[in-house]
């Protein structure tokens, strides 16, 4: 499987990042993978930022779940991030990646439990 992140490398603040996940050699409806969006800010170590599994259900990060949404277009094979009223704090490189499979309900919200990633995407947040 691939994986590939696009969007804009930049962003004003208050405004919404929208990131978008390419995936291919592999689909998103597969049972029991899990979808998921990681960063890395400076300085600091990967933070798991929400999920999206084979069934289209969602998980977030609870210190993010008030300005995240992930939702996915099974049509083109992508799924997408948005981050609403971001701050200079959202800066990192953002990476898409696949979890799984886990053939019973685990909680897959550490970036240890993905293990196909997409290169990862720039993300500046600056007026």
């Known amino acids: 499987v691939k994986l590939q992140e696009s969007g804009p490398g930049l962003v004003k603040p208050s405004q919404t990042l929208s990131l978008t996940c390419t995936v291919s050699?592999?689909?998103?409806?597969?049972?029991?993978?899990?979808w998921g969006w990681i960063r890395q800010p400076p300085g600091k170590g990967l933070e798991w930022m929400g999920a999206?599994?084979?069934?289209?259900?969602?998980y977030y990060s609870p210190s993010l779940k008030s300005r995240t949404s992930i939702s996915r277009d099974t049509s083109k094979n992508q799924f997408t991030l948005q981050l609403s009223s971001v701050t200079p704090e959202d800066t990192a490189p953002y990476y898409c990646?696949?979890?799984?499979?886990?053939?019973?309900?685990?909680?897959?919200?550490?970036?240890?439990?993905?293990?196909?990633w997409g290169q990862g995407t720039q993300v500046t947040v600056s007026s």
């Open positions: 990646a696949r979890g799984g499979p886990y053939f019973t309900k685990v909680t897959v919200n550490s970036p240890n439990q993905y293990n196909y």
């Open positions: 050699d592999g689909s998103i409806t597969t049972k029991y993978y899990y």
């Open positions: 999206i599994d084979y069934n289209g259900s969602t």
